[in-house]
């Protein structure tokens, strides 16, 4: 092809800009739905970027707030404990006072295992004390088996050490003296 020829067919569409094509469409009506492809195409990658540093701030405030509660989670039963040890020391403050009685310092002692108890439970330490019932060896250790005649056959006898479940789960089971 010669050049003329290359020079007049690049020129046959710019002539025809304004006119209308095949489809019935016109170029500055093509040209403004492209600008407007090219506008919704760029704002939804900002939402895709904006969405995108969202779930990165999430993901670092939740491991934070997961590091915390790691590092923090015994703090209010720590708080609860706090009580015990100061009504200890307000009992062993007493007992060794003058005027204190052995009925006085046994009182403050119950009192103190009773708030220590019940600080116990309010965090679901429950404890295993199985006096007069069957044996359970999920629940209670046998330390020893002692012939009983009239009474029931592997019940439990005594407690020697008390167990504690924590919600449920066994922490400690409780040492135990078993009719045999």
Same mark, same amino acid.
């Given at each position: 092809?010669?050049?003329?020829?290359?020079?007049?067919?690049?020129?046959?569409?710019?002539?025809?800009? =304004?006119?209308?094509?095949?489809?019935?469409? =016109?170029i500055?009506?093509?040209?403004?739905?492209?600008?407007?492809?090219q506008?919704?195409?760029?704002?939804?990658?900002?939402?895709?970027?904006?969405?995108?540093?969202?779930?990165? =701030?999430?993901?670092?405030?939740?491991?934070?707030?997961?590091?915390?509660?790691?590092?923090?989670?015994?703090?209010?039963?720590?708080?609860?404990?706090?009580?015990?040890?100061?009504?200890l020391?307000?009992?062993?403050?007493s007992?060794?006072?003058?005027?204190?009685?052995?009925?006085?310092?046994?009182?403050?002692?119950?009192?103190?295992?009773?708030?220590?108890?019940?600080?116990?439970?309010?965090?679901?330490?429950?404890?295993?004390?199985?006096v007069?019932?069957?044996?359970?060896?999920?629940?209670?250790?046998?330390?020893?088996?002692?012939?009983?005649?009239?009474?029931?056959?592997?019940?439990?006898?005594?407690?020697?050490?008390?167990?504690?479940?924590? =919600?449920?789960?066994?922490?400690?089971?409780?040492l135990?003296?078993?009719?045999?």
């Open positions: 092809m010669t050049k003329k020829k290359e020079q007049k067919t690049q020129k046959t569409p710019s002539k025809k800009v =304004n006119e209308e094509l095949s489809d019935g469409s =016109n500055e009506d093509l040209a403004s739905q492209l600008e407007e492809a506008q919704s195409a760029k704002d939804n990658w900002d939402k895709l970027l904006r969405s995108q540093a969202e779930m990165e =701030n999430l993901k670092r405030r939740t491991s934070k707030d997961l590091e915390n509660a790691h590092k923090f989670a015994l703090d209010g039963f720590v708080k609860a404990l706090l009580e015990v040890s100061d009504s020391s307000m009992g062993l403050k007992a060794k006072d003058e005027k204190a009685t052995l009925e006085n310092t046994v009182e403050g002692l119950e009192l103190t295992n009773k708030v220590f108890g019940s600080t116990l439970e309010k965090f679901g330490v429950e404890t295993v004390s199985p007069g019932e069957k044996f359970d060896p999920e629940l209670h250790e046998a330390v020893t088996m002692v012939p009983m005649p009239e009474k029931k056959s592997n019940t439990v006898l005594e407690v020697i050490q008390t167990g504690f479940t924590l =919600n449920g789960r066994l922490v400690r089971p409780a135990v003296i078993v009719v045999q």
